[in-house]
Each structure stands twice: as structure tokens, then as C-alpha cells.
């Protein structure tokens, strides 16, 4: 059974940058895909970024371009979002997620492509505040 721990939200100042961790155990990573979302307050669930293992692909939502960036460490069984220029509006639970779904711009710009992922996080909370 895959278990997934995330670590590496706090808080920070708008400007500022954070690495999220997100650390496998029970199965390798190899032939999933791998998602971060986040849920704002009182907001659905949606896709930040994506990563495909079978070809090392990713993908961000249009908020996270430019600012975000996923990476995987296979030695180490774990995904990393490096955030950076964080903004209030970044302030969210933020979860990974895997699961048998290909990583492609759809699923980090519509709606409702959580449900599709088998396996997530606890959730780590981000909250970018002066």
C-alpha cells in the first residue's frame, strides 16, 4: 500500500519561497502520475502542477507557471513543488496526490481531476502573509 507524507509548508512572506516534500513508502513512484493540489479556505480542491514518471513531463496551472516547479528524486522516493514569489493567494492546504492518471494540462487546469488520484497526502498547509 502506498503511503505519502508530506512535509515543508509554514508560513512566509509574500515574495518569499518554499520546497514542499512529498515522500513515498510502500511502493516505488515508477509508472505513476504525481500531482500537487491545493484547497483555499471555503474553495474546491484544484491543480497546481503534475509530473509524469514514464517520460518526466510536467505541467502547471496557469498560477503556478513562472513561479512553481516540480521535480522528483527517484534514490529517494520522493517529489519536491518548489515555490517561489509566493503571493497571498498561494495561501492553501497543498497536497500530493498519485495515482494511474496521466499527467497532461488538463488535469492541472479543469476541474474535478482529484477524484481520478488513488493515493494522497495528509496535506500541508501554506500560508503566505506579512
Known amino acids: 500500500q502506498l503511503q505519502l507524507v508530506e512535509s515543508g509548508g509554514g508560513l512566509v512572506q509574500p515574495g518569499g519561497s518554499l520546497r514542499l516534500s512529498c515522500t513515498a513508502s510502500?511502493?516505488?513512484?515508477?509508472?505513476?502520475?504525481i500531482a500537487w493540489f491545493r484547497q483555499a479556505p471555503e474553495k474546491a480542491r484544484v491543480g497546481v502542477s503534475c509530473?509524469?514518471?514514464?517520460?518526466?513531463?510536467?505541467h502547471y496551472s496557469d498560477s503556478a507557471k513562472g513561479r512553481f516547479t516540480i521535480s522528483r528524486d527517484e534514490v529517494k522516493n520522493t517529489v519536491y513543488l518548489r515555490m517561489d514569489k509566493l503571493l497571498p493567494e498561494d495561501t492553501a492546504v497543498y497536497y500530493c496526490?498519485?495515482?494511474?492518471?496521466?499527467?497532461?494540462?488538463?488535469?492541472?487546469?479543469?476541474?474535478?481531476?482529484?477524484?481520478?488520484?488513488?493515493?494522497w497526502g495528509q496535506g500541508t498547509q501554506v500560508t503566505v502573509s506579512s
Open positions: 496526490a498519485v495515482g494511474a492518471v496521466h499527467c497532461s494540462q488538463v488535469v492541472v487546469s479543469s476541474p474535478g481531476w482529484d477524484v481520478r488520484y488513488e493515493y
Open positions: 510502500g511502493a516505488s513512484l515508477d509508472g505513476y502520475g
Open positions: 509530473l509524469a514518471t514514464s517520460d518526466g513531463s510536467t
